[in-house]
């Protein structure tokens, strides 16, 4: 038996709704009808119906509720792709989207398959409550029972208390500590400053807006429930507005700089990334706006190791992830036109391009830095973060009509970091 060769993966394009914040427009919205918003905008941009259907649908949510359990597949039966459609459902955290997009394109480059759609969804507004657990164990404490009895005995323990629901929190397990409360260590430790951070928000919305002024958005953001446009962009934020605003993280510590104005906000939404062969491509007359051809993960000991030395914070191990991936590559920054770090908080992007230099890399043009807004202006809907990345580095290397690449760099929760390189010949 002879082994595939391997062949190149193109990235055709992208489509997602525009991000609202939690509690907004789209708060009854559940994963799945934002999710299904996004991959029908696909189908219609790159007639995916009929016999163009896709090879595989790649998707997962970060927040999800028990009904969600086969988001990816429920997806596909509500939507416009072919209902013979296979799916499954990935996740990891921030990375969700970055990962699916990686899922697809491995059996895209082992012939598996011949396309694929790749992405997410999250719903800060329709988050998952839990059971008190008490109250849960209770509950099967009186299914167990033998008798009518028996099942009333246990139901007479239920205490009010137990009726108070367990709602999710921004929290990691080990820790206990908020990712905002992670970062303002990681902020302390790298010395970075309060005005450094409001700087770069202030840019990212700047971008943002400018990208949606020149139509760069307008094949990328479907219509959403009356929203055009990411609704946590402010077109007109300036440094001096951001300065004014009080810190939220880091305070008990002293000398906090992280503020809700330098963070991103919770947040609604769904995105999606159209993959390929270039023979499947090309066969419907689709142009690919680049290829993926590298993608490395990490993850650092953000609970035993150098927390207190920033080395190891939650939100660093794109530090580790970007290095391997560019030495495995034989690149360095320099040979990158783009370089896409998602804005989880200002202070965690400052601190990774700070850990790229130390580590030997060389500093980043900030020329070349989020060039069309991120996270602090779009918002962060966790599992949409990557497939929203993926499509518009993608069409940034298209636009230029020159050969390029760009990099991507995510850190998520766990203390984990998926990074991928994207490359127009």
């Known amino acids: 038996m002879s082994l595939p060769s391997l062949r190149r993966v193109a990235v055709i394009g992208g489509t997602r709704i525009p991000f609202a914040r939690s509690d907004g427009p789209y ?26 259907s896709v090879g595989e649908f790649v998707a997962g949510a970060v927040l999800k509720h028990s009904r ?60 998952p409550l839990g059971v008190n657990d008490e109250l849960r164990k209770t509950l099967l404490a009186a299914r167990r029972a033998k008798s009518v009895g028996g099942r009333l005995r246990a139901l ?29 260590v990681t902020a302390c430790e790298w010395g970075i400053t309060r005005a450094a951070q409001d700087e770069l928000a202030a840019l ?48 008990a510590a002293g000398g906090a700089t992280m503020t809700a104005g330098n963070s991103t906000p919770l947040t609604d939404g769904a995105a999606v990334a159209l993959l390929g062969s270039d023979e499947w491509a090309a066969e419907r007359g689709l142009e690919p706006l680049a290829h993926l051809v590298a993608c490395e993960s990490a993850a650092v000991d953000f609970v ?24 495995r590559a034989g690149l360095g920054l320099g040979d990158f036109d783009f370089v896409e770090v998602h804005e989880a908080f200002a202070s965690q992007v400052l601190a990774t391009l700070a850990a790229w230099e130390k580590r030997g890399l060389g500093a980043v043009d900030r020329e070349r830095l989020n060039v069309a807004g991120s996270s602090l202006a779009t918002g962060h809907p966790f599992a949409a973060t990557g497939a929203r990345i993926v499509a518009t580095l993608a069409k940034l290397l298209a636009e230029r009509g020159r050969p390029g690449r760009g990099l991507i760099s995510i850190c998520a929760a766990g203390g984990q970091g998926v990074t991928a390189i994207l490359e127009r010949e």
């Open 27 to 52: 708060a009854t919205a559940s994963n799945q009808d934002m999710l299904t918003a996004a991959v029908d905008g696909l189908v219609e941009r790159y007639g995916l119906e009929g016999g163009a």
């Open 68 to 127: 969600d359990f086969n988001l990816a597949r429920e997806v596909v039966l509500g939507s416009r792709i072919d209902s013979r459609t296979p799916a499954y459902d990935l996740q990891q955290a921030c990375g969700t989207g970055l990962q699916a997009v990686v899922a697809v394109a491995n059996k895209v480059m082992l012939g598996q398959i011949e396309s694929g759609v790749a992405g997410g969804s999250d719903t800060a507004s329709d988050a």
């Open 156 to 184: 007479a323990r239920v205490r009010p208390g137990h009726l108070v629901p367990d709602v999710p929190r921004n929290a990691e397990p080990r820790t206990g500590l908020s990712m905002g409360e992670h970062a303002a």
């Open 204 to 251: 990212s919305h700047q971008r943002l807006a400018a990208a949606y002024e020149r139509g760069f958005l307008d094949d990328l953001v479907v219509p959403f429930r009356g929203l055009e446009r990411d609704q946590n962009l402010r077109p007109g934020t300036s440094v001096g507005q951001l300065a004014r605003l009080k810190p939220v993280f880091g305070v």
């Open 304 to 327: 035993h190791g150098d927390v207190a030395g920033g080395e190891d914070g939650l939100l660093m191990a794109p530090a580790y992830a970007v290095p391997r991936m560019l030495e």
